[in-house]
């Protein structure tokens, strides 16, 4: 079995509030209930009437598997970790996905959609305080692993 190697993570920090929907101005409940039909594949919705009732950012992680064997899906696993100015580190968020059998003759590289994490202000190392009270540091970590595989056991 041929391993699999990352790419070197594009990754982009995006500054602004982070958006909770929770209560409303009158106390009521905000929320949004969305339903889909069978077959229905999209549908888009608008929400109004919320408050920023705090900040955070948005780091969106794209990467690409290199030399993927075909026929076979890929289990991806992403870490975010922020590392405080001690070099301690604490855990901000995992994401898993499936990668998708290709069908190319050979191996070859494989792109993985971008992966976002929400990261919010009120759990960031040190003090607390908005986007613009300071920057972060984060680390990323990586691990993937063939889902099919023809051994038998």
């Known amino acids: 079995m ?3 190697e990352l790419k070197p993570m594009g990754a982009t920090l995006n500054e602004g509030a982070a958006v909770r929907i929770g209560r409303t101005a009158d106390g009521a409940d905000g929320e949004t209930h969305v339903y889909f039909d069978p077959c229905e594949e999209t549908k888009a919705v608008a929400i109004s009437g919320i408050s920023a009732e705090g900040t ?6 794209s990467m690409t598997l290199k030399d993927v064997c ?8 992403v870490t975010v970790h922020e590392v405080d100015q001690a070099g301690n580190e604490y855990p901000r968020g995992f994401r898993a996905v499936t990668v998708p059998a290709h069908n190319h ?4 590289d494989v792109a993985v959609s971008s992966t976002r994490f929400i990261l919010p202000e009120d759990i960031r190392v040190g003090s607390h305080g908005g986007v613009c ?4 540091h984060f680390v ?3 691990t993937s692993h063939y889902i099919d595989s023809e051994v038998t056991l």
């Not at 955070?56 to 992680?61: A, K, N, Q, S």
């Not at 075909?70 to 696993?77: D, I, L, N, S, T």
């Not at 003759?105 to 070859?108: A, D, E, I, V």
């Open 105 to 108: 003759s050979g191996c070859c």
């Open 56 to 61: 955070g950012r948005i780091l969106d992680v």
């Open 133 to 136: 009270d300071g920057s972060r």
């Open 70 to 77: 075909p026929a076979k899906r890929v289990a991806v696993g």
């Open 140 to 142: 990323l970590r990586t």
């Open 2 to 4: 041929t391993p699999i």
